[in-house]
């Protein structure tokens, strides 16, 4: 168990639908970063909060948003799904930025757009 | 472009043979490199990183994975295969910029036989 908890494990929808997606860090982790996992496309980074901040965006699409709460949690948002949506999303969180990378994974959210 | 490189789409071994997975990389400076693990319907577990110093790094599970600077190589390493290895296998490096974000290889899917 890695600490990273996210919620749902899994989730099927209708294309142009709205999700939140849900991530608890590690206690005392301040980072969290957002990765999809697709099969044409591998592990891409969508995006890192520190500390409720935006530090960093990848290749996240206009339809996809993120925050960080005061309490650390952090929401990824995908509105107007498409097909192509269907993912495994990992959300990762670290102790600080500048990890260079060293991160712990939740087990990730399955999302199905039908 | 920063870039790895996973030659090996899916590599079968016997249980207890020794096992070497390839990982190549593209970067313009001394790189963080890490191996991460991914079991069926799980989140990825690192196995390894390295930052800087020995070349050889030790990580968890028994396995071991070797920096050579000159062929731009970060190869994963166990000198004898439990069946409960079978997984999916990523190499990544972190990002040269001041993000934190990681680049993942395609992954290499490692089948055990009894």
């Known amino acids: 168990d890695s600490g990273v908890t996210q919620t749902p494990k899994h989730l099927i929808t209708a294309t142009g639908q709205r999700v939140t997606l849900r991530c608890s860090p590690r206690s005392g982790d301040l980072s969290v970063y957002w990765y999809q996992q697709s099969l044409d496309q591998g592990l891409q980074f969508l995006i890192q909060y520190y500390n409720g901040e935006e530090r960093a965006k990848g290749n996240i699409l206009e339809r996809f948003s993120a925050q960080q709460f005061p309490d650390l949690h952090s929401e990824l948002n995908l509105s107007s799904l498409e097909l192509g949506d269907s993912a495994l999303y990992f959300c990762?969180?670290?102790?600080?930025?500048?990890?260079?990378?060293?991160?712990?994974f939740g087990q990730g959210t399955r999302l199905t757009v039908v | 472009a920063q870039s790895v490189t996973q030659p090996d789409i899916h590599i079968t071994v016997s249980e207890g043979a020794s096992l070497e997975l390839r990982c190549n990389y593209s970067?313009?400076?001394?790189?963080?490199l890490f191996w991460y693990v991914q079991s069926p319907g799980q989140g990825l577990q690192l196995l390894l990183k390295y930052f800087s110093g020995d070349t050889l790094v030790q990580g968890i599970k028994g396995f071991e994975a070797e920096f050579k600077r000159s062929q731009s190589s970060f190869n994963l390493r166990k000198p004898s295969v439990h069946w409960s290895d079978a997984a999916e296998y990523f190499c990544a490096v972190g990002a040269l910029t001041n993000t934190d974000k990681l680049i993942f290889g395609t992954g290499t899917r490692l089948q055990v036989f009894p």
């Open positions: 970067y313009g400076a001394t790189p963080y």
């Open positions: 990762a969180s670290s102790v600080i930025a500048g990890t260079r990378g060293e991160a712990f």
